[in-house]
């Protein structure tokens, strides 16, 4: 027990020092971040959009409901989901608006200054299963040129050292079709399946109900 306190201390102290992060002067902060619960699974989005700030947590608009919906078709809720899975992201502050609307995608810069987080949270977390959610988080771990051939299918990855599973999912955001047409749909439904299916999310779904 004492080493589960140790490591959720450790959460609690990698996130206070992520919230001081400026590193990106074109970034708009805050920084947004998931609880520091102890999960064996990890999920990556891309960067909070805009209405993220000021509701201070990761997936907290449309698309959001739209994941949280598909999580709830294989026995999660998004409460049962935030207290029992770790929320990160390639980028933790909004890159702002394009100009011709539409969230800015991080470029490599911004995306290098961020990604020491992740690595720590990879660190004290030591997850079974890590699920990125669209392409941007996909390419972090994968090569990933067409959803259509990462989505839907469970990868054996190795991070320092160590291996674990990957199942990407597209992103849920409103201006993207490809969740909603073939082949997205029957993919999409493969990759809820197969996390369904991984003990990692198994064990949450088990928590979330002792809760």
Same mark, same amino acid.
């Given at each position: 027990?004492?080493?589960?306190?140790?490591?959720?201390?450790?959460?609690?102290?990698?996130?206070?020092?992520?919230?001081?992060?400026?590193?990106?002067?074109?970034?708009?902060?805050?920084?947004?971040? @998931?609880?520091?619960?102890?999960?064996?699974?990890?999920?990556?989005?891309? +960067?909070?959009?805009?209405?993220?700030?000021?509701?201070?947590?990761?997936?907290?608009?449309? =698309?959001?409901?739209?994941?949280?919906?598909?999580?709830?078709?294989?026995?999660?809720?998004?409460?049962?989901?935030? +207290?029992?899975?770790?929320?990160?992201?390639?980028?933790?502050?909004?890159? @702002?608006?394009? =100009?011709?609307?539409?969230?800015?995608?991080?470029?490599?810069?911004?995306?290098?200054?961020?990604? @020491?987080?992740?690595?720590?949270e990879l660190h004290h977390l030591r997850p079974q299963l890590i699920?990125?959610?669209?392409?941007?988080?996909?390419?972090?771990?994968?090569? =990933?040129?067409?959803?259509?051939?990462?989505? @839907?299918?469970?990868?054996?990855?190795?991070? +320092?050292?160590?291996?674990?599973?990957?199942?990407?999912?597209?992103?849920?955001?409103?201006?993207?079709?490809?969740?909603?047409?073939?082949?997205?749909?029957?993919?999409? +439904?493969?990759?809820?399946?197969?996390?369904?299916?991984?003990?990692?999310?198994?064990?949450?779904?088990?928590?979330?109900?002792?809760?």
């Amino acid at each position: 027990l004492s080493h589960v306190n140790a490591l959720v201390q450790a959460l609690v102290h990698h996130q206070a020092e992520l919230t001081q992060c400026r590193l990106c002067p074109n970034m708009i902060p805050p920084v947004i971040t @998931g609880e520091p619960v102890l999960s064996p699974l990890l999920l990556v989005g891309q +960067a909070p959009g805009g209405r993220e700030g000021e509701l201070g947590r990761p997936f907290a608009w449309t =698309a959001g409901k739209t994941l949280f919906g598909w999580f709830s078709s294989i026995d999660l809720d998004e409460a049962q989901f935030r +207290a029992g899975v770790y929320m990160a992201a390639v980028c933790r502050c909004f890159p @702002g608006k394009q =100009a011709k609307g539409g969230d800015r995608v991080p470029d490599k810069t911004k995306i290098a200054n961020c990604r @020491g987080w992740l690595q720590a949270e990879l660190h004290h977390l030591r997850p079974q299963l890590i699920v990125p959610v669209g392409k941007l988080a996909i390419a972090q771990f994968v090569s =990933a040129n067409k959803l259509a051939e990462v989505v @839907g299918l469970q990868h054996r990855i190795n991070i +320092a050292g160590r291996e674990l599973d990957l199942i990407p999912l597209p992103h849920p955001s409103g201006a993207s079709t490809w969740h909603r047409s073939e082949p997205g749909k029957a993919l999409l +439904a493969k990759a809820l399946a197969l996390i369904s299916a991984h003990p990692a999310w198994q064990q949450v779904v088990r928590d979330a109900s002792h809760n």
